[in-house]
T-cell receptor, first 119, second 111 residues
């Protein structure tokens, strides 16, 4: 079956531009996560959704970062007024989730990521 | 502060050889530890998950161990193949749902 897809795969933005990154999770997956991965480092958590509810946004580095999942499926990560330090790969992951399933035990399936370069 | 340290940072081995990757973690309260394989240009793929009470878990040629007392884990790869070339990432999770990722070990398997 189809896995997690992300678009675009590559994005180049000039400093100050706004960008929107899209994630299509596996159909039926309740939980959705966004991560930021700098070159040579492990992913860092940004935010977590259960269906359309954003339950954890503690990892968002500033108020320039905004994520939404309005219908509980596709999610968009928006970065306003991009800066050079925003350059990274942005990974989306989804998991089956569901009532009573702790997010820390569920297997997450990752998309290929969007590589953002801010010039 | 929750931390995950992996070693070595990079490793080169010959095809067919075995290798062991290390992960030391400091997270509280500890729930479970996962190993992921990340191929270049792709997202991570889960290899194993171990909870506090488990000390070994296998997935084909991959065997993970966990020592919750010393807060150490290892990933052993047997009879390496060229396709094992990737970054291997250790992730420690807390009961509160927080995940701490290591920076990974980059493994290169040469023919």
């Amino acid at each position: 079956g189809a896995g997690v897809s992300q678009s675009p795969r590559y994005k180049v933005a000039k400093r100050g531009q706004d960008v929107a990154l899209r994630c299509d999770p596996i159909s039926g997956h309740v939980s959705l996560f966004w991560y930021q991965q700098a070159l040579g480092q492990g992913p860092e958590f940004l935010t977590y959704f259960q269906n359309e509810a954003q339950l954890d946004k503690s990892g968002l580095p500033s108020d320039r970062f905004f994520a939404e999942r309005p219908e509980g499926s596709v999610s968009t990560l928006k970065i306003q007024r991009t800066q050079q330090e925003d350059s990274a790969v942005y990974l989306c992951a989804s998991s089956l989730g569901g009532p009573g399933v702790p997010r820390y035990t569920d297997t997450q399936y990752f998309g290929p990521g969007t590589r953002l370069t801010v010039l | 502060k929750n931390q995950v340290e992996q070693s070595p940072q990079s490793l080169i081995i010959l095809e067919g050889k075995n290798c062991t990757l290390q992960c030391n973690y400091t997270v509280s309260p500890f729930s479970n530890l996962r190993w992921y394989k990340q191929d270049t240009g792709r997202g991570p793929v889960s290899l194993t998950i171990m909870t506090f009470s488990e000390n070994t878990k296998s997935n084909g040629r991959y065997t993970a161990t966990l020592d919750a007392d010393t807060k150490q884990s290892s990933l052993h790869i047997t009879a390496s193949q060229l396709s094992d070339s990737a970054s291997y990432i250790c992730v420690a999770n807390t009961n509160a749902g927080k995940s701490t990722f290591g920076d990974g070990t980059t493994l290169t398997v040469k023919p």
